[in-house]
């Protein structure tokens, strides 16, 4: 199994973020992604903790993901997450809210693109406890496992890694 050190090495190399998050125009994505990477040292890979799934069928499955930066989320957090989150899959189309984090950007939208302003991810984080949760939108059947984050000037930025 690929370990989280493992994965942090690979993404010093521009050619594993290209395959990771290449994207579309001419690989800006992976450039941006690799130069935030490269030019910080508060950096690392965490392991994603599931916490409520949505399945709509057609490969449509949408998540809603707790982590910390330094392992993983307690045992009595993560229960207490897990009840959290399944009752917010109940009240909101989780499809309305999943995001890609298909390259290294911030967490919470930064206030600049749409997860900014869907508060209810945000309300269920402790960032104080440096814990924290998103909503995933897949893209393929694989569950995350992997999250890539690159921590500058107080902005915490994410990458789900779904080729390790």
Known sequence: MTTRTEIAAKL??????KANFGGFLMNKRAKSS???WTGNRDKGVTELSILATRDYGDNNIYDVAAFTLDGTVPREVLAELMSQAEALADR???REHGYVYSWLEPWDGGGT???SKK????AL???????????IQRLSGDEPHWLAWVRERGQLDIAIVYKP
């Open 119 to 122: 508060p209810e991810f945000r």
């Open 125 to 135: 984080s402790r960032p104080e406890q440096g814990i924290y949760v998103i909503p």
């Open 92 to 94: 909101i189309n989780l």
């Open 34 to 36: 690799h130069a935030l």
């Open 113 to 115: 693109i749409w997860i």
């Open 12 to 17: 010093d190399d521009f050619a594993y973020q």
